[in-house]
């Protein structure tokens, strides 16, 4: 043998030996496995790579959310407000410095324009946690760019831009997400599955508590502050003078107030009531449904804002004891339902275990682990686009009848409003050409 074919040999034994020994040192988290307690480590090759398109104060937060799964890291962000960024970026940082079995930060590109995060190959979904004039424009092109989603609820201004996004989803096979995690905890799963099963017997009425609708815009003029991109944030929405109520400066660390106004969301009746509606739709097993009328108040026979679906059932937008909560009243008891909070008639049914061949719903623990496994198996997650369309729909139909102030009847099937050419003309709106989507 070759005096130079030994030393070979001995080089790659060499080799080995340290590529092994590198190999050893590793964190533990690289290699997968279990942690200490009994959670799974995931390899970076599982890992699913997030990009976030708007980091205001939910976005903000929804980062912890990702973060603390273990299951996904922050590859990109794209935001229009570049203290909102920044901020986003030294929580994520914080993060890291905080879990360091995670993980470490590595640098974070942020981009002005959403569409340069959705080129980037290395993400597979994305995070929409914009106003929500933006919701359907920003979804419809992440599933075009085969990005899977997770968009926040309410999940569109209007009806139409609601249907185009589950067109999307559909068309390109993307997992979608709606942001509406109450569906995930377990107050409200308790109570889908009292109702479903006949616990408080046959439904009478539904009060639902959250606040009320928009208004027009109508706030000052205000100078934009350096490093928001004014006409990015508006989009694809015709322009308006700025106003910090729109876009709060980080020194406020508080929701902004665009919701308010009916150009940029829909009121509390879509921001607190996409919460509490969705509720109602999960319970009644509307999911794929709806309502078939809808009233508004007129001061005589109907005090409040009233829905009835085809069933009888009806429900109320109305004031009770509780805020941001629901009321279910039925022949044989009553379910009162809010966030950490469940009572119920008789007291009994609170801890009710629903019996291995009742009726129950779909079960997820965690919202932003179900996503990701949705987007492993290519399944429907718990709040899939479509639930939180039908959801958004039911908020948006109301802002209708409170706008026109008079009742109006739905076709929920065909989503379009019976004989009414002025209500059908408001389930949509007007998008400019830069930035607007077909609908």
Known sequence: MKKENILN????????????????????FVLGGKRPDGSKYLA??????????????????????????GEARIVALSEVYKAKAQLTLDRIKAYYEKNTGQGSYSDI???????????????????????????????????????????????????????AMVEAARKHKRVFQTGSMQRSWPEFRQTAELIRNGYIG??????VNV???????????????????????LGPNLPV?????????????????????????????????????????????MDDSGPVEVIAPDGKDNPFLTYRYA???????????????ILF??????????????????????????????????????????????????????????IGHRTASVCNIGNIAYQLKRPLQWNPKKETFKNDKEANALLGREMNSTWGIKI
């Open 9 to 28: 040999r001995r080089q790659f034994v060499g080799q080995a030996s340290s590529a092994l020994a590198g190999i050893m040192i590793v964190p533990r």
């Open 44 to 69: 970076p090759s599982d890992m699913i790579s997030l990009g976030f398109i708007g980091t205001g104060k939910q976005g903000r937060g929804l980062t912890n959310s990702f973060l603390s799964t």
């Open 109 to 163: 590109p942020v981009y002005n324009d959403f569409r340069e995060l959705l080129a980037r190959k290395d993400v597979d979904a994305v995070v929409i946690a914009t106003p929500d004039h933006w919701h359907a424009a920003m979804a419809v092109r992440a599933a075009e760019a085969g990005k899977d989603i997770y968009c926040e609820k309410p999940l569109s201004l209007t009806v139409k831009e609601g249907r």
């Open 202 to 207: 046959e439904v009478k009425s539904i009060k």
């Open 211 to 233: 606040g009320p609708p928009p208004v027009a815009y109508n706030l000052p003029a205000e100078p934009i502050p350096d490093g928001l991109d004014w006409n990015a944030w």
């Open 241 to 285: 003078a700025f106003n910090s109520e729109l876009a709060p400066p980080t020194s406020k660390d508080v929701f902004p107030n665009w919701r308010n106004y009916k150009e940029f969301g829909g009121g509390m009746v879509t921001d607190w009531g996409a919460h509490m509606f969705d509720i109602v739709q999960w319970a009644l097993d």
């Open 311 to 325: 069933n009888g059932i009806t429900m109320t937008h109305e004031k009770w004891d509780w805020s941001n909560a």
């Open 329 to 386: 009243t039925g022949s044989e008891g009553e379910i009162r339902v809010q966030r950490k909070k469940l009572e119920t008639t008789p007291a009994s049914l609170k801890d009710k275990v629903i019996g291995e061949n009742e009726k129950h719903v779909y079960k997820s623990e965690n919202h932003y682990k179900d996503f990701f496994d949705a987007m492993r198996k290519r399944s429907k997650p718990i709040c899939d686009v479509e």
